[in-house]
């Protein structure tokens, strides 16, 4: 299958008053054509700057090396001219908090019609008659009144659907959604949950989810990238991560859902300590100071297992039908280069 | 049985709106909490569920007299607070504490972690010792698990739930004896918000706290309460005891969100939605649909659902629920062998 978006050894370092913190080491993945791929990990995982770096939407003081390519485009050599024709149009995105990623002061006509005016050279008639049936396909009742409206006029959840509806009118190839549902009740984010596994049968679209919450995407992911203080840990198959985790991280992860389908009723499953300060990285394996099952040689670099299915782990427990592609002696490029 | 610390009665609260243009203005009005009624036990906790804008966090202010209820009674200990001058209130303060849902906006920025924890001190005990502050903050970072060697840090320097833990230990400074969380675990991520649950649960049982603990997920109240109410639209539609409420809820609104928390498990996952039904969004708070608020939405209504409005009513086994048929439906949920 051909790989839509392949991404190379991604670094992200920002400039602080209090020196480089690297948010984002050697991350590597492809994305297939009408793949979804779901980048899992708490806060300061780097999941969100990994995206927005090959969006080149970066903070200022943030800066990005490797490559990713977008059909063997690389992304990041791109000026933004030409970034700006592949954003929106090829590549679209959704950012988690719907009630701040809309105008307050534009009708959701506005700007949804600009989006087509602008990529697709409709004229405005088109572009609302596009808008409209947009609007219908992510099912808001009622479409050609209620694109007249302002965004304070729908609820969260429609606002969220506007948004997935700005994200589809390009038709893109890739949509990219960060943490859509997670500013919204349980029970708009299964109705979001279920419109996107939809569109995501009806179209070719490729997918990439980007949650904290493990649960948010069993039922629609593929394949699913855990993400630790900046690097992979765990990749496989949703199916794969779900019944047949590896690293103690992602097992802690699965713990930590409160489940209503089990009867138990005990304590409920923490990963213990916080996410670790980007400044002060612990040596040797980055999750050991909360990890369950953390021994002596955890305090050096833990290699990372592959196995020919794609599947990684980076750990020094041995991964289940898998040999190690990186050994341990050998330092990371991240240090190579530094 | 002991007397409840905390009775709620038929409280209500409602705002006043507008609409229209500058000339056509008219006053609307909003009923934000509608007549609810509940008692609370020393070490019992109360799970509020609902979804946004169904008045949990407007009824949690309101037990506080952080807003005037237009109706009803908080007895707290035998006394009306609602009958309170501000003054008075403050006083009461001391024993009803709150810990709110953004723990990162809920602390000054500009201040220590160990002036915020103090500060509740200063402001009720302005006599007491300086170094006795410092010993009771450093005791009570200890409690809620924050190391007392960061109590000269500001907030940035903490994680969303070592925050949290500020928040609690602020909440908890002065000994209170009634505890409201609302939606203390929703800002923070899956894996940390069982660390909170956890410790919510321990300091209840080693302090004796009643306790209100506010979610819009029902997955979240369930490992922490004692029994649970579920609100819709400012009315309670069910309030049931824990482990017969997980087993089977009584009323459909209920049930609808059981169903929309996700599971971890793809197979399941696919199995369950399958079967979820719950549609569209609560209607407008200003256009309340006559007979069961939640008919609209409810697939096993009937005629009757539309004409009356269902009464909350009392179960033989002690349970509440607000729906015509609660007897005749059975919700019960499967629960897969634990493993």
């Given at each position: 299958m051909a790989a839509l978006l392949k991404v190379k050894n991604l670094e992200v370092a920002f400039d602080t008053p209090d020196g480089e913190v690297k948010a984002v080491n050697g991350m590597a993945f492809e994305l297939a054509e009408g793949e979804t791929l779901a980048i899992v990990g708490e806060s300061g995982a780097g999941k969100s700057q990994m995206v927005l770096a090959f969006m080149g939407l970066l903070a200022e003081n943030g800066h990005v090396t490797g490559e990713a390519l977008f059909r063997d485009r690389d992304l990041l050599k791109m000026k933004p001219r030409e970034l700006n024709e592949i954003r929106g149009k090829h590549i679209a995105m959704i950012f988690q908090d719907p009630m701040t990623s809309l105008n307050p002061f534009l009708t959701i006509e506005k700007q949804m019609a600009e989006v087509v005016m602008h990529h697709q050279g409709l004229r405005r008639d088109e572009a609302r008659e596009h808008a409209v049936e947009m609007l219908r396909a992510v099912r808001i009742p009622d479409p050609e009144e209620r694109i007249k409206q302002y965004p304070h006029e729908y609820s969260g959840g429609m606002r969220q659907r506007v948004m997935i509806a700005i994200g589809l009118l390009c038709e893109p190839e890739i949509l990219i959604a960060d943490e859509p549902s997670t500013a919204l009740d349980v029970t708009v984010q299964a109705q979001i949950t279920e419109l996107v596994s939809e569109l995501r049968k009806q179209t070719r679209m490729s997918l990439i989810l980007i949650t904290h919450d493990l649960a948010a995407v069993a039922e629609i992911a593929d394949r699913i990238i855990v993400m630790y203080a900046g690097e992979a840990v765990e990749t496989g198959s949703v199916d794969d991560i779900f019944y047949r985790p590896q690293h103690p991280y992602t097992r802690g992860l699965l713990a930590s859902v409160p489940r209503l389908d089990r009867a138990s009723d005990d304590e409920l499953q923490a990963i213990p300590g916080n996410p670790p300060n980007l400044q002060d990285l612990p040596e040797g394996c980055r999750f050991r100071d909360r990890c369950t099952e953390a021994m002596d040689q955890c305090v050096n670099r833990p290699p990372v297992w592959g196995a020919e299915d794609g599947r990684t782990s980076r750990c020094f427990l041995p991964m289940e039908g898998g040999e190690i592609v990186v050994e341990t002696v050998e330092p990371v490029a991240a240090e190579e280069a530094g | 049985m002991s007397k409840p610390v905390l009775r709620v009665q038929d409280l209500a609260v409602t705002f006043t709106g507008f609409t229209g243009g500058i000339f056509t203005r008219r006053e609307r009005q909003l009923r934000?909490?509608?007549g609810i009624s509940f008692d609370l036990h020393a070490g019992e906790t109360l799970g509020v569920v609902g979804e946004s804008g169904s008045g949990k966090s407007t009824l949690a202010r309101a037990i506080l007299g952080l807003v005037k209820p237009g109706r009803g009674r908080v007895m707290w200990r035998g006394e009306d607070l609602t009958a309170l001058d501000e003054e008075e209130l403050r006083q009461k303060r001391k024993e009803l504490q709150i810990v709110f849902q953004d723990p990162i906006a809920s602390l000054?920025?500009?201040?220590t972690a160990g002036d915020i924890i103090a500060e509740p001190l200063w402001t009720f005990y302005p006599n007491m010792a300086r170094l006795q502050v410092e010993e009771r903050t450093r005791g009570m970072m200890k409690v809620v698990g924050l190391?007392?060697?960061?109590?000269?840090?500001?907030?940035?320097?903490?994680s969303g739930g070592q925050c949290q833990r500020i928040g609690i230990a602020r909440s908890l400074v002065l000994n209170p004896k009634l505890l409201v969380c609302d939606e203390p675990v929703s800002a923070l991520d899956v894996s940390i918000q069982a660390q909170i649950i956890n410790l919510l649960k321990d300091l209840q049982k080693k302090l004796g706290l009643a306790l209100i603990f506010i979610a819009h997920d029902l997955s979240v109240v369930r490992h922490i309460s004692d029994r649970v109410m579920v609100m819709y639209m400012g009315q309670a539609m069910e309030v049931s005891e824990k482990q017969r409420l997980y087993k089977r809820p009584l009323h459909p609104y209920t049930n609808a969100l059981m169903k929309s928390v996700p599971i971890p498990d793809p197979k399941l996952a696919a199995e369950a939605r399958q079967a979820s039904w719950l549609t569209?969004?609560?209607?407008?708070p200003y256009q309340r649909p006559k007979g069961c608020i939640f008919h609209d939405r409810c697939p096993f209504r009937v005629k009757r659902c539309e004409a009356d409005v269902p009464a909350l009513r009392r179960m033989e086994n002690g349970d509440w629920v607000a729906c015509h048929r609660a007897e005749e439906l059975d919700l019960s949920i499967q629960v897969a062998a634990s493993c």
């Open positions: - | 934000a909490v509608d000054n920025p500009r201040m190391l007392p060697n960061q109590i000269n840090r500001y907030p940035h320097e903490f569209g969004d609560m209607p407008s």
